[in-house]
């Protein structure tokens, strides 16, 4: 994929967030009221806006062609991830695990040694591959829910 998009994506879709961040897709979450704001930060950074908001989709700037955006139908989670694959042909194993959750930023590969004090003893103990977000702090690894997620996109892949 030679053009990989970011997403803009309203509180409407909210929980989309964390399935594109966890897919490895640049994804702002967007929490204001202005849908001019949403409109300009998307053709500033090059996104792609995901809403269930049709106003936003009849704005000059949508339906002209200049800023890409997806209108959500569903109100269900699942059904709108799998929605945004379709439409835009996602690969739902993109880079799976790389961006931060909270705050999307790349997670960076850290040792054992230097997550020692930052993570439960028994995580530690049975853990050997961490990552950390740069600006956050937050330390991932490959626990049960890492187990878990990676289902759901397996599951998302194989529809």
Known sequence: MADTPKF??????GKLTG????MGYDTRFFDGDDDS?????AKAEGR???????????????TGGQIRAVLI????PERQIHQVIDTLGLD???????????????????GKDEVKDLVPPYVFKT??????????????WRGTHWRAMTKKL??????
């Open 73 to 76: 139908d569903s109100d269900q």
């Open 37 to 41: 704001e949403l409109v300009a930060m």
């Open 48 to 62: 792609v806006i995901l809403s269930r908001d049709t106003r936003i989709m009849e704005r000059r700037l949508i």
């Open 92 to 110: 739902s194993r993109f880079k799976p695990f790389t961006i931060c959750l909270e705050c999307n930023q790349v997670l960076v590969e850290r």
């Open 127 to 140: 853990q050997n591959y961490f990552m950390q977000c740069p600006n956050c702090q937050r330390i991932y």
């Open 19 to 22: 399935w594109l961040r966890l």
């Open 154 to 159: 397996e599951a998302f892949r194989g529809k």
């Open 8 to 13: 803009i994506v309203d509180r409407n879709v």
